[in-house]
């Protein structure tokens, strides 16, 4: 089994900046794309960001300029940078990974179906 587990959330004024991280952990050979998600008390989950293997990054509009999405291949971790932060950015922030495969017993890879974070809380006061 794949999972994800995030990391950095708190408490932060706004005008501050908080780096969370999420960390892909299990046996798998790939994972094509990651992405941050969030959901706000009695909204519905929304895209934050999302990045690619290979480095292509996706931006929901109105976070552009004060959110960076990145990736570290290696480690199996994917960050995001939030500068500038709002009260309305108050949500809870999820992991996803998705486009996964696994090794096969007898050769080849196997798709492994998409995974998410049990979230992690950011609240940004006024």
């Known amino acids: 089994q794949v999972q994800l587990v995030e990391s950095g959330g708190g408490l932060v004024q706004a005008g501050g900046s908080l780096r969370l991280s999420c960390a892909a952990s299990?046996?798998?050979?790939?994972?094509?794309?990651m992405g941050w998600y969030r959901q706000a008390p009695g909204k519905q989950r929304e895209l934050v960001a999302t990045?690619?293997?290979?480095?292509?990054?996706n931006y929901a509009d109105s976070l552009r300029g004060r959110f960076t999405i990145s990736r570290d291949n290696a480690k199996n971790t994917m960050f995001l940078q939030m500068g500038s932060l709002k009260p309305e950015d108050t949500a809870v922030y999820y992991c996803?990974?998705?486009?996964?495969?696994?090794?096969?017993?007898?050769?080849?890879?196997?798709?492994?179906?998409?995974?998410w974070g049990q979230g992690t809380q950011v609240t940004v006061s006024s």
């Open positions: 996803n990974a998705e486009g996964i495969t696994q090794r096969a017993v007898f050769g080849g890879l196997r798709p492994h179906p998409d995974v």
């Open positions: 299990g046996t798998f050979f790939s994972i094509r794309a």
């Open positions: 990045i690619t293997s290979d480095g292509r990054t």
